[in-house]
């Protein structure tokens, strides 16, 4: 103000020698050039007051009578007017002018603070970095005490370096984060905001909440400055979920290394335990290749060492598939067939060791197709045909029945054995066995379970109306694929 | 089966190399052994073998490479033996040209069953086709595109009549799901394996007596089917 009126003052003593040299409207343009400057370097409230000074200094001053405030010539009054209006109005297009320069410049500010944090946030590897880049950067550029809330294994959202378990989640994070919208403490006098808790909202969801304090309490900064921290927040959020995805695909490629190793020491172990079995059955059966042939007692007994490898194999097949199945998830090689392929092939590889039972199929006509691992439904058929065989009276049929009920398809495997102990649930857990004094370790039934529960189904026990036992598996139908009929 | 047919067989395990030259010997085989991929073709070069015995899996290579570089100058028939659990292996070697599979352990009996089922047709490659096919009571008459079951005629639908020829044609011989889609279906078809599934239970049905417990319309679990007249 007083560099306004200082201003006005030395326009007034500048212009009075040249009075009677210029003409008054050229000492006007004096006055209106000193506004102009005043309003575009001080602001509008020093022009303004330029404006009014300069039309009195220039009343009083030029115009005669001088040093009076009369006026002689009524026509001066149009004068002052306009020039008071000119004043007033170049003081505010200057004012204008400065004010969008100032905010050009704050602007500009704004954003090579971002750019900058930008810059640091992308090459974080690690949360705590983007923790302590955040803080480092909130403190220096607008004085504010800064933390990063995720949420932990737990659910609860603590402070990144600080997972104590025992401190409670402050209750503002948990609202800005489920509300994702930003949540702020007014405990200051004179309601200034104390804390700002800012949900770092990425693309996919909210990641975290960002904490804001100002270390000034009088300071107005979670308000003046709430869209850039916003943006602040949302820089945050992006990094944050990058690194979340890099955990991500970090953690697949551990768990698929993990898995192809197991995968890898099984089929090793497979190869190296059926190898010498195989050398073995091999070998029996060879025996009665040789010329001149042996005795009887002999062949026997390469048929009984022949039948103990078979057997023997047979038990580290399902040792080795249970290991399997048990071993992580199940890859299902799963493709829609009719369930009689997977039965029929379980029969045809059977066929000798059944032997004397006869096999009964009774399939409901017009079956929807299934999606099966053949392989692994096969093997499901086996074990159950196989059980079948062991506990039935010599000659007995084993019966496979197939129905559809509604959603599903049922297939039972039944017998006329001696049927199933009491407690029906307990046979398909592992190495529980009906009959000890059968050959097994029963691990055949754990097995069908896993698989038949991989396909999404469930399998039980259950007595046999007229004796016996039957095993009852229910596969879900699912949306078979459609099969042109072809045109004759 | 004519004298001294020449079997090479490639397996790493001495144990089992024995008793399969046992078992081979016992048939009049010519036996020559190898006991990995680069032995096995350089003996495959210079014995010639009309049947070949290859384990899958190998010290020095892989088995499914030295069946296509064995195919590329010879057609004798291969005869594959691998565990129960390696059905892409399987696939990947019958796909690659081999003949047949034999899953370990398997019995004397099962080996010499299938090397005789490979010499008997190498030997008559050749000769003449005959022109009406029959098994069980099922008889094929190829110049009239006729099927017969017990003297009763069959309706087969085309589809049905080319797929059954196509195994016919390679009977006693593993065909894998994508090589009967391809034959029969056409070359855009591979996806397609549910058809095939569908179309092999309606020539069951045609033609077997016990549709679920086949005889000569047989599933290779996990592979695909087999012709066994």
């Not at chain 1, 909202?201 to 300071?219: T, Y």
């Not at chain 1, 695909?249 to 551990?254: L, N």
Request: proline share 5%; glycine share 6%.
């Amino acid at each position: 103000m007083a560099i306004a009126a200082a201003a006005c003052a030395a326009t007034t003593l500048m212009a009075t020698p040249l009075h009677g040299v210029l003409d008054l409207a050229n000492i006007v343009m004096l006055f209106l050039l000193t506004v102009l400057i005043v309003a575009a370097g001080l602001g509008r409230a020093a022009g303004v007051l330029a404006a009014f000074l300069s039309v009195l200094l220039f009343d009083v001053f030029f115009v005669p009578p001088r040093f009076s405030l009369a006026v002689q010539d009524a026509q001066y009054l149009i004068t002052f007017a306009v020039m008071l209006a000119v004043a007033l109005i170049a003081a505010h297009l200057a004012a204008a002018l400065q004010r969008e320069a100032q905010l050009a410049a704050g602007k500009e500010r704004q954003t090579r603070l971002l750019y900058e944090l930008a810059r640091e946030l992308a090459g974080a590897l690690a949360v705590e970095q983007v923790d302590e880049i955040t803080r480092r950067f909130l403190r220096e550029a607008f004085d504010i005490e800064a933390a990063v809330l995720l949420p932990q294994p737990d659910g609860r959202l603590a402070a990144v370096g600080d997972a104590d378990a025992r401190k409670p989640e402050p209750v503002l994070a948990r609202v800005a984060f489920n509300n994702n919208h930003t949540a702020y403490d007014a405990e200051h006098a004179g309601g200034r905001y104390a804390v700002g808790w800012l949900p770092l909202k990425a693309p996919m969801r909210v990641r975290g909440v960002l904490k804001a304090r100002p270390l000034d309490p009088a300071a107005d900064t979670l308000y003046a400055q709430r869209t850039l921290l916003e943006t602040i927040a949302s820089l945050v959020a992006i990094v944050v979920e990058r690194l979340h995805y890099v955990d991500v695909a970090q953690a697949s490629q551990v768990e698929t290394a993990a898995e192809r190793l197991r995968s890898s020491i099984l089929s090793a172990l497979s190869h190296d335990l059926r190898t010498p079995l195989t050398a073995l059955v091999g070998l029996a059966d060879s025996l009665a290749l040789l010329g001149p042939a042996l005795p009887a007692a002999a062949m026997d007994t390469a048929q009984a060492l022949r039948d103990q490898a078979v057997r023997m194999h047979g038990l580290v097949a399902n040792l080795l598939d249970m290991a399997r199945l048990h071993a992580g998830r199940i890859a299902l090689r799963r493709e829609w067939q009719p369930v009689e392929e997977a039965i029929g092939a379980a029969i045809q590889l059977l066929r000798p060791p059944l032997g004397e039972h006869p096999v009964r199929v009774d399939l409901e006509p017009e079956l929807p197709l299934l999606e099966l691992d053949a392989v692994l439904m096969e093997r499901v058929f086996c074990n159950l045909i196989e059980n079948a065989a062991k506990y039935s009276p010599a000659g007995a049929a084993i019966d496979i029945e197939a129905k559809r009920h509604g959603q599903d398809v049922t297939v039972a495997v039944c017998d006329r054995g001696p049927g199933f102990p009491p407690d029906k649930s307990a046979v398909f857990e592992m190495f529980v066995r009906e009959d000890h004094a059968k050959p097994g370790v029963g691990l055949g039934l754990a097995i069908c379970r896993a698989i038949v529960e991989a396909h999404g189904g469930s399998i039980a026990a259950a007595d046999r109306v007229g004796g016996g036992a039957c095993v009852v598996m229910t596969l879900p139908v699912g949306n078979p694929p459609a099969v042109e009929e072809e045109q004759a | 089966m004519s004298a001294a047919a020449r079997v090479l067989v490639v397996e790493d395990e001495r144990e089992i190399r024995r008793f399969v030259r046992a078992a081979l010997e016992h048939e009049r085989c010519e036996v020559f052994e190898a006991a990995g991929v680069a032995q096995g073709l350089a003996e495959a070069g210079t014995r010639k073998p009309d049947l070949v015995v290859l384990d899958l899996g190998l010290p020095d290579g892989d088995g499914v490479d030295f069946i296509r570089d064995l195919r590329s100058w010879s057609d004798s028939p291969v005869i594959v033996l691998s565990a129960r659990t390696q059905e892409a292996d399987k696939i990947a070697a019958l796909d690659a040209g081999a003949d047949d599979y034999l899953t370990k352990p398997f019995g004397v009996g099962e080996l010499q069953a299938r090397a005789r089922a490979l010499l008997r047709r190498q030997e008559r490659r050749g000769e003449a086709a005959s022109p009406v096919f029959s098994f069980g009571d099922v008889s094929v008459d190829f110049p009239r595109s006729q099927v017969m079951r017990r003297g009763e005629p069959v309706h087969l639908t085309p589809i049905e009549y080319r797929l059954l020829c196509v195994l016919i044609a390679h009977q006693g011989k593993v065909l894998t799901q994508r090589h009967l889609l391809r034959e029969v279906w056409g070359p855009g078809s591979v996806e397609r394996s549910h058809y095939l599934r569908v179309y092999i239970g309606h020539l069951r049905q045609k033609l077997e007596d016990d549709a679920a417990q086949p005889r000569h319309l047989l599933t290779e679990t996990g592979v695909g089917y087999r012709f066994q007249p």
